[in-house]
Structures are given as C-alpha cells and as structure tokens.
C-alpha cells in the first residue's frame, strides 16, 4: 500500500526486472563486447595497428588478412628505417631490398585477391603496400648509383641474361598450360615464384628495363590472373549467394514460427516456445518478438551480403523487411486476443500491464514511431474490456497522470534543448573539417595538407592514419547524439544506432535513481500497482531501461570499422544498431565497399529521457542563478 | 490567508478579460452635458451628486453580477521575482480504486483543451482521503509545475521533494476549498531556481470521480 501523506520520494525503490520482463531478457546479457571484440579488432585511436576486421564471406579471409597485416607491419619497420639513411643509400642492404621488393610484390597480389573476396582489408592493405613498394623501388634504384651498387649490378645483368635461355621456356611452358586451360592453381603458383624471383633482381634496375628481362611475363601472368579472377568472381558470388540463401532461410523460419505460435495460442490458450515447454499468451510474445529480432538480424545480414554482390538486388530484402514487420504485428496482435479470450478476467490487468511494458520496449526498437503500440492498441483495448471494472480504472490512471506525464515531458524538453547548447551534433562534427595536428604517418609520407574531415565517409587512406588523426581531433569532444537503445536491462552499454557512416557506444553510467523514485511516485508505481496506460508505462519503462531520445557526453575513443564488415559480422545482439522493420543505409552514390562506419565511445555527461533529464556527477546544475522562470 | 479576504477584486484585476464583470462609468458625462449653462459652483455639486450616484449604481451592479457568478477560484503565490496570481482555479480528487493513493490535482488552466491559458500551474499529490470536500484540514504533498507563458522556462519541484498543500475550508456554496501553499525550491529548465516563499489558493471542486 502507498502511504500517501508521506511520500519518501529519495527512496530508491528496487524495481522488477523480472518475468514481466522477457522481451528485455531476449536482448540477452550483452555487453559492449557484442559490437566489437577487441581481440578480433579494428582500428583504435588508442591502438592504431589492429588490422581491419574481415566479415570472412569467403573462407580462408580472415587468416590471409591477418598475415598481409603481419608482412605490412614487418616491411614498414624495413622502410622506415632505409628511410630515415635515405641520405647515405650504401648503407642499405641490397639482401633486404631484395627480399621487401619479392615479398611486397607477392603481398600486393595477395590484397588483390582480398579485394575479391570483397574484403575492405584488402583496398586497405592494397593502399598501403603500394607505399611501401614505391620506397622499396626508390631504395633499390638509390643502391643501383652507389659504388657497391654498380658492381652488383654488373653481376645482376650477367644473371639474368644468363637465365634467359632458361626463363624462356618456363615461359613457353606458362603460355601452353594457358592455352591448354591447365590448372590455374599450379600456374599462379608457378608465375608467382618466378615473378618474386625476378622481383628480387629487377628491384635495381629502372622500369623502363624491366620489359627487356621479364620478356612476355607479365602479359601471360595477367592473362592468367584475367581468368583466375573471372572464376574466383564466380566461386565467391556463389558462396555469398549461399550465405545470403541460409540467412534468408533462417528468417523465413521464424516467420513461419511467429505464425504458427501465435495459430496455437488462438486455437488452445497456449503455445509450444521450445522443446517440451508450453507458454503462455504473454510469454510468446516476447518469443515472437525475440523471433523477430533474429529474423531482422538475419536479414540485416542478407542485406549487406548483397552490399558486396553487384548483381544483388537488395530492394528484395527491404521488402522482406517490410514483410517481417507485418507478420510479428500481426503475430503480436494475434497473440494479445489470445490472451482476452483464454484469459481470467481477474487476471487480466496483470496481463494487460505485462503486455503494455514489452510492446513499450519493442516500440523504441521499431522504425517508425509508435508503430508496435499502434498496432496493438485495438487488441489491448479489447483485453481490458474482459475485466469489466478494468476500462474505467484505466481511464481514471489516465486522468490522474496525464498532466504531470504533460509537464515533465516539456519540462525535460526544454532542459534538454538547454543541456544541448554546449554540446555539437555528433553526425555534423564527424563530417566538419579541420587542420591535423598530430599523425602517426610514416616518415616517408609525413606532409599533411590542410583541413581534413574529421572522419571520412570512405576509406582514402590507410586505416591506421586515419583512425588516428580522427580520434586525435575528436577525443574528449563534447557532442550530443540521438536516440539511444540499452543492448539489454543489466548491459552496462547502449547503442545509438547506425545512421550517416556512424554509431556510437555509450556506457550506462548516469545516476537516473532520484528522478525514476520521483516518477514512480508522480505515476502512482509501486511493487504492487504498474502503469496503466501506454505513455506512463513508455515513461517508467524508457527510465529504467535508461533508453533516452537524446545523450550528451564526451567522446572517449574512435574505432574505424567498414561498412560492409559491421553488418554482415553483425551479432544477433546487435540488432540495437538498426531498429527492427528498417535496414542500415549506406551513403548514396558511394560503393558500400568503400565505405567506412565510425564508432564513438562516448562517457555520458546527460540523458534526455522523454519524462526527464540526469546528469552525470560530474555535469553539476548552473547553480543558484536568478530565477526567470517566474517572469 | 491575507489575500482570500478580498477576493472577488482580486480575481478581477488578476484576469480583467475573464469571467468577473466591469462596468463603465457613464453618468458623469451625462450629467456634464446636461449642466452646460450652470456657474462652476453649481457645475461642481452636480458632478458630486453624479459621482455619488454612480458609486451606488455601480456597487449594486457589482453586487448584483457577483450573486450571479459562479466562483472561479483564485490562486496567489509569492515566488521570485516576483509574486503571482492565476485566477480560475480547479480541483479534481482521482480515485483509480485498486488500492493506489487517491490523486489531488489542482489546475488553473483546463486540460482537456489543446493549449493552456498562461500563466500555468498544477499541483499533483496524493491523498487517502476519499471525497475532496473531506480534504479540508488535510495536508498534501505535492508536486508543483509552473509556467508564466507559453514560452519561458518551466518550473518544478525538483526530484525528491514536495510543496505542502495545506486544506483550509471546504465552502458548500461555491463547492470549493481554501487552503494555504508552503514555501519550497522549484527548479527550472533553464537550470534557474525558483522560490516560492508560500501562498494560497480558493479552488472550486470539479466532477469529483469515484
């Protein structure tokens, strides 16, 4: 019972987090781990070097991304290093050119293949070891003038047209396996070891000269990489095409379970949720809106598999999206006539307050506004009449809490609208422009231009420098974001989700214990009585789930993943990142390929929530200013 | 409950375009006109006579409209900067009937239009009493929201404390109830505070549901 006249409002009240609770639960115990591993990577502001993440479509991805990363890391020290005594090129080892010049050559044939594989890491490692091969060039070229140099280059002549005779026929040998459509696995092999072979030599000599040892080399070998990469093209669209098939399959299985679930529960009361368990009309509905989560994830995948297939059409999987969305409401407002008809009208409130708070959560993780309560509306009104004193209760809640619900709304309004003052609009600040002050670029490429966006929509440099240079200008900005979706009720992260090339991750830190114990109070809550109509229940429910419509705070670090990987390696869990009925757009006009997708972590300094505002500890009030409030 | 002692000429000036009547003052134009040809003297005691009559006229009429009118209510609070009265005051006491708390709630605008009469205020609280003329003696907590215009800040208590509303009188003839308001913080918006150092109010009891 409440005690009226004596309203302890600091109190804390401990809420139910608890079975009426299973929509939340479904979220799972997600941390910010879900969204990004760190031991699988990304590049940080704090950790530079981590290689870009693969989505690993096509087997084998993964591993050969990680060793062209390892072979980067390694020649970058080699070059660095020949860089800084460019000045006195005798000193360089004409072993180490050698051997960076094959092993670079080799290496950038291998990011090609990346590339196919529709893998960013590959255009990223294409980028940068191309640098490093101009330097290795230029260092060979330096080494050919020294006195050493042209000693051995005298014998480097004498080598190779020694070789020749031999070279030749392998070459001859080469053009048959083509004509013959020979394996083209032996014949890569084959050309590649013979390419670094002559890399090794050739790095000393001019280009202009190269065509005078290589022969006809390198038309057959891309004669043969034109028919490797042709069937390569083929095997991995197949592999993609199977991926997208298995996604759409397993979505097609959890509609087809919405339907079946929510059949049951009109025919008997009860339906089958997993092997051997029956549930009941207020338990399948946060079954079939965890159905709906993964279906959604399933299709957010398809959808950016078909990112990377230029003969995907993806506007089929924003209409199976579409579709989804249909059959969960339907399913849902199945689901909530079940409930009125096998209900007990004694019990009807309890199911009726159950079903407001989960169609509360899954709103805020819907597109659209208020679509799930919408939809739903005329079913619940319908459970309520089932309990005859019910309705008018309902509406007496209503009248009783409107006007605070009114007040605190435009109240939170304003002082959001006034936090928001000091606080940039993150997408506006990620796409605004600035000098560089502080890089990690290499000494063989240190000039930096002028204003640069802070954070590019397309990937134009390597990873490294530009994760860098972006988290130098952004850490410990103070910006403010959107929406915001808690990953689930004891997750210690929410989401703002993806939108413009960004997300951000934010940490549930803000003390919201005092304005919830106000609100519970305002809206009459205790352990006994719940909210009783939809904007009081959104109220309590966005409070403690601590979902907000808008957060300031200070960004602590940048991560620099692409597009394409974020969502086709896109945990279930994640689903906070494209709401449920909608898909993660790409920027119009560019290749989703190219495409980058920032990360902020940001630490909190205020929440918007629709019926109040908190602040950090560390974000104090103005203080006791003249009032104008009155005037 | 200094301010409840006139109210009537209270609520008249608080709200000069709302339900209380005013009248104009006619007759001593008309006496003017009449006494064209008099000397000063005689002039000057006609228009006395004419002011005293106007006087009583206009008493009476006051009188007549105020038995007619039904009361509005009346609020008045001393906050910073500066004090304020609302007139048109109303009092609703909300029973939802499963064992919650019944709410007080007090308004001086109507809620069920689209936008408010400004300036705004409400105050919420809950109460075990069951019919609001019983309220009289009762002490409420409540929240108070306040706002002077449409577009100035808003003010309320802050999270954790309450205004105490304190039931003076129930008056079956107006079906309404004077109580006194307590002193408190409010905080605004705007992140201003706002002090209220007390007040009072006379609302008028509407459909009182059970």
Known sequence: MFSANVRNRTTIVTREFTSRMYLLAMLGLATSSVISDPAIGNPTGNDPSKPLKTHATVDGATALANALYEIYNEELIHVTKMYENRDNPASFSDRQISKSAARLWKARRDAKHLELMSEPAGADLSRKLFL????????????????????????????????????????????????????????????????EEKREALVFFR???????????????????????????????????????????????????????????????????????????VQAFSHVSELWVQASANLTRANAIGWIMTNRNTEQISSKVSELKTEALAALTAIINSVATHTPPDQIPAAYTSLLRQISV??????????????????????????????????????????????????????????????????????????????????FNRTLGGETVLAAKNFNEPADWMVYEAANRLVGKTVREGKLIRLSPTSRTAAVPFLNGHYANISVTLPVENALADLRTALLLDDKHQALSSDATEAISSGEMQDYLAVGGTIQ??????????????????????????????????????????????????????????????????????????? | ?????????????????????????????????????????EMNQALEKAKSKTQSITQSAVQAVEEQLPETGMINLNMTPSAVAISAVDLELISIGDGRPNVV???????????????????????????????????????????????SPIAMTKPGEAIVVEFQQYKPEDNALTATVGAGALLGSDDRTVQIEGGDFLAVIRGEEK
């Open chain 1, 207 to 281: 280009p202009l000269e190269h065509k005078k040892y290589l022969l006809n080399f390198e038309v057959l070998l891309s004669e043969g990489d034109q028919r490797q990469r042709k069937q390569r093209r083929t095997e991995y669209l197949a592999k993609a095409t199977e991926k997208v098939n298995t996604e759409l399959a397993s979505a097609a299985a959890s509609a087809a379970e919405m339907k079946r679930i929510s059949r049951e529960l009109v025919d008997t009361g009860a339906a089958a949720l997993s092997e051997g368990v029956k549930g009941s009309g």
């Open chain 1, 557 to 631: 670090q940048v991560q620099l993943e692409s597009l394409v990987t974020r969502f086709i390696a896109f945990p279930d869990l994640a689903i906070a990142l494209t709401p449920l009925g909608g898909l993660p757009q790409p920027t119009a006009g560019n290749s989703p390929l190219e495409q980058t997708c920032w990360r902020l972590d940001i630490s909190p300094n205020w929440g918007h929530s629709r019926y109040f505002t908190v602040r950090s500890q560390q974000t104090p009030t103005t203080g006791n200013q003249t009032a104008q409030t009155a005037n």
């Open chain 1, 132 to 195: 490093l091969a101009h330097q290795i060039d230029q260092f060979g070229l330096a080494y050919a003038r020294t006195p050493r140099g042209s000693q051995m280059m005298t014998k480097l002549t004498t080598k190779l047209q020694r070789e020749r005779p031999r070279f030749q026929k392998f070459l001859q040998q080469a053009a048959t396996s083509l004509q013959n459509g020979g394996g083209q696995n032996v014949f890569t092999t084959q050309m590649e070891t013979k390419g």
């Open chain 2, 105 to 151: 709630q007090i308004v001086t605008y109507d809620p069920s239009a689209s936008t408010r009469s400004y300036p705004a205020l409400l105050l919420h609280g809950t109460t075990e009493v069951s019919s609001a003329s019983a309220l009289a003696g009762e002490r409420v907590l409540c929240d108070l929201y306040y706002q002077a215009t449409n577009s």
């Open chain 1, 362 to 443: 899954l709103d805020r993780r819907t597109s659209g506004r208020y679509q799930v309560s919408e939809s739903c509306k005329p079913a619940l009104d319908l459970l309520a009449k089932r309990n005859s004193t019910f309705p008018a209760r309902i509406e007496s809640y209503k009248r009783a809490t409107s006007e605070p619900l009114r007040w605190r709304s435009s109240f939170a309004s304003q002082q959001a609208k006034y936090l928001s003052t000091q606080y940039a609009d993150a997408g506006a600040l990620l796409m605004s422009k600035e000098k560089v002050e502080k890089s990690i670029r290499p000494n």
């Open chain 2, 1 to 41: 409950m200094s301010h409840l002692t006139n109210w009537s000429s209270v609520g008249a000036s608080a709200n000069p375009s709302g339900r209380n009547y005013r009248l104009r003052i006619t007759p001593i134009l008309m006496v003017l006109s009449i006494c064209s040809g008099c000397s000063k003297e």
